[in-house]
Every structure is written in C-alpha cells, then in structure tokens.
DNA sequence: AAAAAAC
C-alpha cells in the first residue's frame, strides 16, 4: 500500500491531506495520481467510495497556479449534492495553497453564484445545465482552464445529460487535460472519451475491490403492505446509528417520511421536487445527526459521503442493479462496518438475483421481525442503556433515593420497570402507503450486460451458517413521544 | 416508468 509522501505531490497539497487525516491511497489513488500528474488524460473506472474525489482533486489543484485568479479546473457532477461535497472536499485539498473552489448548481439564487465567482475561484464544481448556462452568460470563462474532470460519468450519460457535456467540451477554446470517471464503460461514454480526449490512459480498480466487503446484505421477503411494519420493526430491533431508507418514487417517499414521522421516528425526505434550499438542510441535519433517518429517492444513491451511515435500506428494489451497489455504498464508508437490508416481494426475486450476480455477493435471507424479536430487541436496548448510566450515579444522592425504594419493593421487580419504561412499546399507528409502483426491468437479452465488470461470474459464498438474529444496540430511546429524536450520545 | 437537471 502506498502513502501519500510516496506520489511526488507538493508540500502544502501534502499537509492538507495530512491534516484531512490520508496518509495511505486507496488504489485508485496510487494509479491515478502519477498518471494525472505527468499531465495525461486519464479515465479512472472506479465506483463510489474508491477515493475518487482526491484521486483527481490532488493533480488538479498541484497543477493550479494561485496567482493566476482565473478558473483553471472544473469539475462536473450528475447531483447537485455530489457537486457540493465535491466542492468541499477540494476546498480542504486546496486550503493550505489557497485554492478556492465554487460550487454551481441549479436551484440555487444565479447572482449568489455571480458574486461567488466574482471573488474568483480557481475551481468549480458543477451540474451541467448551470455550468452551461453560466458560459453562456459569459460569467464564467474558460480561456485559462487546465483541467476538465467529469465525475459518474455514466451516470450523467443516464440521466441524458450527454448533450450537455458535449456542448461544455465543444466551448473549451485551449488544450486541456480531462480526467473522466465512471463505474462502467457503456459505448456513449467510450465514444465520448475518443471524441474530446487525447490518447488517455486508462486505470482500472479490479472488479473484488469494486465489491463492498464490509457491507453485511440482507433481505426480507415480503408482500408490498408489510413493508412499512417489517421497516419499523427493522429500524427498533437495530436501532441504527443513522440510516438511509431509499424509495422508488417521489411520492413514496413523502409517504414514507409522513408514516415515520407517525410513529415517532426522526426523519427526513430528500428527492428532485423538494426546494433546493430544504434539501440542503436535510443533508445539514442528517450530516449533524439532528435527523437519524433520510429517505431519499435515488438522487442520494450516489457519491454521497456521509459518516456515521450504519444502516441503508432499499424500501423497494432499485430499477436498475447498478444502482444497488451505489446505494449500499452510502453506509460502510472509511472502512467502517455497515448493513444493507433489501426488502424484495416474491415477483422481485429474480431481480435480486440479477443484483447478486452483479455484486458476486450472496445477501442473505433475514427472518421476519416479530413483534417479539422488537420486544427482545429494546429490552436489551434499554438495559444497555442503563448500564451506561449505573457508575455515573456513584456517590450520588440517587444512591439514598434507590436504598430507600429498594427497603420497600423487590429489587428485581424495580428494576423490570425501569427497563420496561425504558424500552417503550413501538407505535402501533397505523400507515397506508399507498404509492405502490410496480418494479419495471429492462429485458435484458441474451445475458449481453453492458456491463463490462470484468470479473467471472458466480457467487462468493462467503458467510455460511450464523443466520440467527445479531443485535448491536448502542443508542437508546428516550422518554415518551420524541424518543427517537433526541439522541443520546455521551457513551 | 422513474429518477436527475437550467430558467
């Protein structure tokens, strides 16, 4: 494995990355890196979570001039989030030299964005139509751009933002070195990267470090109306740290949120109708933890990089298989552990095999959660939760007030009903989600996938038998209607 | 058919 100190990147990129906490590269990363640094154009195959971000923001900020105010490198994202965090991530990359990265996007005030780039940036991060429509206006100006990256690039060629990127490269007037990174390598792209790159070199990372090996999948069988009651009871038995619960449709997700939100639950809804401003406070507050769950369409399928994910959940099977992939990625990011539980109806399950095959990774059946699995699940909830607190009333005057209750009652009887208050009962309000959509699947011919992973196929059947019922509960409930919201986070 | 994205 190598660091960092080994890729010949200058001083002050070096020690941001150091105080960023990077020491060793990820694969991409060491192959990346040297090669964009020779100044070559590059197509990174690598997928989401890989360390994409510094693979290319590394050589682009090294080759900044930061006294030239010009932009000198744009970066190009399929979400308006992902160019956000993008835009961040290059923002820390760059302090210590003093780059300055904008991000563009759509939705957001066009003379907030003006100003912005009046206090001129060396970088922008952007989604394609504002990005276009600012060199339209002339607001931004690419006479001095050193570096084009696109970011997903299949998945901008999915959601038809082709046209758009060409027309971006067709405006670059000078030579320029593009950097191009998609998960797959559908024709379009390939034809892309012919037509507007010059002789690129090509890094792959092999197929077994594209899989999610931390990530422990899992699926319930269910039928369309007991999603909502297995989610819940899911969510009490595993009390996730955060989680994110991602619908087919918009409309499923506002149901979703709305039935959670019922029960008692801490959640958010994050999808393209929401107002860009709303949607950037509920990434905010489930970044900072004030919201547990986000449920979201697939607009947060990908890139998105949120710590603390210990859970994702795909409420309905995602349409397309790659997406599955993307999807779990948002939980068992930095090496972390995380789960993935995937609710399929008995028509999906040919789907789910079509995931399997894809991820070369069996998701193991789970068992329904039964009433009394939730009950066993917050009971040991709570009584860790009192645990917790039994050496903090040490010397206390709590101490006297339990001596003096302990004379009058049995101790195991009062110590029954501290847990019983603490681990409350679950809702039982009840929730008609009525967004049923039916799951549509490309017919696929021949088995001819266009995806090109490179990998034989067949299952890794990596984890036997221990299919019984593991439970992690660390944070608890606390009292009555809000129990979920708020958190207790002092160990 | 749905999702995302420029006004």
Not at 385 to 391: G, S
Request: charge should be positive.
């Amino acid at each position: 494995m190598k660091t960092f100190n080994e890729l010949n990147i200058e001083a002050n990129v070096l020690d941001a990355l150091a105080k960023m906490g990077f020491e060793t590269t990820t694969p991409i990363q060491a192959q990346a890196i040297p090669t964009a640094l020779e100044g070559k154009d590059l197509i990174g195959q690598a997928q989401t979570g890989t360390g994409k971000t510094t693979a290319f923001g590394v050589p682009m900020i090294q080759k900044i001039d930061p006294e030239n105010k010009d932009v000198q490198g744009i970066v190009i994202a399929p979400t308006r989030e992902l160019a956000i965090q993008v835009g961040e991530e290059l923002n820390r990359i760059g302090h210590n030299k003093g780059v300055k990265t904008v991000p563009i996007y759509g939705g957001q005030d066009i003379t907030r964005q003006i100003k912005a780039l009046k206090r001129r940036p060396q970088l922008i991060t952007a989604t394609p139509g504002r990005l276009l429509d600012h060199i339209r206006r002339r607001t931004i100006k690419l006479q001095n751009i050193e570096t084009v990256v696109l970011d997903e690039a299949d998945e901008m060629l999915n959601m038809g933002f082709i046209e758009d990127i060409e027309a971006i490269l067709a405006e670059m007037p000078q030579k320029h070195q593009t950097l191009l990174f998609s998960a797959t390598m559908p024709k379009r792209i390939q034809l892309l990267a012919e037509k507007f790159m010059n002789q690129p070199e090509i890094v792959r990372v092999k197929s077994k470090q594209l899989t999610v090996d931390h990530i422990d999948q899992y699926y319930y069988d269910v039928k369309e109306n007991q999603k909502f009651d297995v989610l819940c009871r899911s969510l009490d038995i595993e009390s996730p740290d955060l989680a994110i619960i991602f619908g087919r449709t918009k409309k499923r997700v506002d149901e979703v949120v709305e039935g959670l939100l019922k029960r008692g639950y801490s959640a958010e809804g994050i999808h393209g109708d929401i107002p860009q401003v709303k949607r950037e406070k509920v990434i905010k507050r489930f970044k900072d933890q004030a919201t547990d769950i986000l449920v979201a369409t697939d607009v947060a399928a990908r890139g998105l990089d949120i710590s603390g994910v210990t859970h994702v959940y795909n409420f309905d099977l995602p349409q397309d298989p790659e997406s599955y992939v993307h999807r779990i990625g948002r939980t068992g990011r930095a090496g972390k552990k995380g789960s993935a539980y995937t609710f399929v109806t008995p028509r999906e399950m040919d789907h789910l095999k079509t995931i399997e095959k894809l991820t070369k990774r069996q998701i193991e059946k789970q068992s329904f959660p039964t009433y009394k699995d939730v009950m066993e699940g917050l009971q040991e909830g709570a009584i860790e939760e009192l645990k917790q607190t039994v050496w903090a009333h040490e010397g206390d005057n709590y101490r006297e007030a339990a001596k003096r209750l302990l004379s009058e009652e049995d101790a195991v009887d009062v110590v029954a009903s501290a847990i019983k208050l603490l681990a409350k009962e679950p809702s039982q309000t009840p929730v008609n989600l009525t967004s049923v959509e039916p799951l549509r699947v490309k017919r696929v011919k021949g088995g001819g996938q266009q995806n090109n992973r490179g990998g034989r196929g067949g299952n890794q059947n990596r984890r036997g038998g221990g299919g019984g019922g593991r439970r992690r509960r660390n944070n608890q409930k606390q009292d009555g209607g809000n129990r979920r919201n708020n958190r207790n986070k002092n160990q």
